[in-house]
């Protein structure tokens, strides 16, 4: 069998954030599906799944590992990691769906089969850094969500504390620094959320990169009462040394590693001690071979992997198989009020029940993308990023761009 061709494909049924997938075809008829999607990064996939066809077109698509390599080290001068590791991982994705449709198994028999019967998700609150969010709000969410059957909520209680101008300005407001009132309102919030759920609930609290060391350490100690399982990415990704002064001053767990991809950035995560949870994306990190492999040097440590994922369901589904086999894992990410939106261009959607993802038997991820039912959803991926400045976060704008993407 060899590689014939790559497509990415658009899709936006999502008010929030459009999803890019890639698909591996091959001479045999079978193609596999993948996932990249990336909050900004939308034109750069285009472009770099469309430069990667002569690097790939022509392998044999069993060979995952040895086209990882190959890609990996032909953009050794990009550092192989973020962008190229977010190109790998929608091909590596594909490539297992291939593998395990040949095979007629899913993914997670392939790659050391299963290790519980189910996988258990978290999910999000509204964070409160959204304008005119209020704490009833989030009592009233917090609520509704244990309700619906989660186990388990993760939220961002800090108030956005730099300019406000749209997307233009997505990185002008770091580093942020948090004055008193923010802490005393983030202590409200999560009190409140706590008081709603109950002593015995999983409660994160992720500060998204946003502070300097300072904030980050008064925030944590703010928030020490409450019992959270985490306190996820404290300050920007880039300064391991800042964090092993947050994490120093705190003794609430930590989390790291939405923003840290291939094993290599996990190195001095494991060798300083600096997390108790790791939470890599399977779309930024390097696909499913790369996690697995993570997972198993946090294991190592005994430390426990939440693998990170706010994006489509493609990105759910590869987590989810990986979850399966994983001895380490706590829970995996979702947003479940967007599981209708998967559920209008995937086929057929995958089943939750009491907070948990239950595996199909169906071979490769499992679910199809639906293309006819998906392209009222389709965008050019050069457009997303002008509509998303233009628009600011209000996604919805967005609508108003579809144009026929690069199918
Ligand atoms: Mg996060």
Known sequence: MKITDLKYFVYAPNATLPWFFVEVHTDEGVTGLGECTDYRGTPLLADGIEALKPIVVGADPAHIEEIWQRIFRYYTTFSGRGYISHLISGIDIALWDIQGKVLGKPIYQLIGGPVREVVPLYTHIQDYWYDGVTIDDAVRWAKETKAAGYDAIKTDPFKWQGPRDGDRHWGAYRVEHLPPRAIEEAVEWVGAVREAVGSDYELMVDAHGRFDVASAIRGARALEPFGLVWYEEPVPPESFAALKEVRDNTSIPICVGERLFTRYDFVPVFEQKLADYIMP???????????????????????????????????????????????????????????????????????????????????????ELNHDAAEEFRMDPHLVNAVRTAGGTNWRKMQGARRKGAR
């Open 281 to 367: 994306d399977i779309l930024w990190t390097g696909g499913i071979s790369e996690i697995k492999k993570i997972a198993a040097m946090a294991e190592a440590y005994y430390v426990r992997i939440s693998p990170h994922d706010a994006l489509g369901p493609v990105s759910i589904m590869a987590g989810a198989h990986v979850s399966m086999t994983t001895p380490n894992f706590y829970r995996l990410e979702c947003l479940h009020r967007w599981f209708d939106d998967f559920a209008k261009i995937v086929d057929p959607m995958f089943k939750v029940r009491d907070g948990a993802i239950e595996m199909s038997d169906r071979p490769g991820l499992g679910f």
